[in-house]
């Protein structure tokens, strides 16, 4: 069964780049047939996606984030990891990090716990 | 790319049934079988419900079921249990190749 953690600070100090981690275990990030996103939840407010790598290196961000997102793998050690600059307030969120099997469809099978990160001064 | 739109809280007594909507565009539910929707409670992961449309993962009670006609797709819950009180969230792949979630919906069982 594959499992998922997000680790990283709680507290970024704006303008700061938020920092990220998610761990997997239990299948390779590297494997062909996924591909691995983050997902935040504001308080208050809807998911929101935030991107997603493959194997190959390749990624896709949600425009809304005008570019300030970027997600790289760490294959040696089963990870990938979300990097944000110049957050604000509006960054505050709840972070999951999850899994789509693009053999099956195009839908998220497995999801981190979250991890809450706050953007305060 | 703009979230998809559900309604912001539905309710139901134990044993009747809801339905939950979720409005989109052509370029997100009205292209592609590619919606699926999440329970979400506080502090746990979210789980998936039903995706591609109407297909539920093992382990999914067959109370749930899901729909789609043109850019509208929906969500309905049969035979109310206690247990399925929590957020509701619907998302669809893209033309651009992204995902776009709705708003969430509270679902409050009486």
């Known amino acids: 069964q594959v499992q998922l953690e997000e680790s990283g600070p709680g507290l970024v100090k704006p303008p700061q780049t938020l920092s990220l981690t998610c761990t997997v275990s239990?299948?390779?990030?590297?494997?062909?047939?996924?591909?691995w996103s983050w997902i935040r939840k504001p308080a208050g407010k809807g998911l929101e996606w935030i991107g997603r790598?493959?194997?190959?290196?390749?990624?896709s961000y949600n425009p809304f984030l005008k570019s300030r997102a970027t997600i790289s793998m760490a294959p040696s050690k089963n990870q990938f990891s979300l990097e944000m600059t110049s957050v604000t307030a509006a960054d505050t969120a709840v972070y999951y990090c999850?899994?789509?099997?693009?053999?099956?469809?195009?839908?998220?099978?497995?999801w981190g716990p979250g991890t809450l990160v706050t953007v305060s001064s | 790319q703009s979230a998809l739109t559900q309604p912001a809280s539905v309710s139901g007594s134990p044993g009747q049934s809801i339905t939950i909507s979720c409005s989109g565009t052509n370029a997100d539910i009205g292209a592609y079988d590619y919606v699926s929707w999440y329970q979400t409670h506080p502090g746990k992961a979210p789980k998936v419900m039903i995706y591609d449309v109407r297909k539920r993962p093992s382990g999914v009670s067959i109370r749930f079921s899901g729909s789609k006609a043109v850019n509208t797709a929906s969500l309905t819950i049969s035979g109310l249990h206690p247990e399925d009180e929590g957020d509701y969230y619907c998302s669809s792949y893209t033309t651009s190749n992204t995902w776009v979630f709705g708003g969430g919906t509270k679902l409050t069982v009486l």
């Open positions: 999850a899994r789509s099997d693009i053999s099956v469809s195009w839908f998220f099978d497995f």
């Open positions: 790598v493959y194997t190959s290196g390749s990624t």
């Open positions: 239990g299948d390779s990030v590297i494997s062909d047939s996924y591909y």
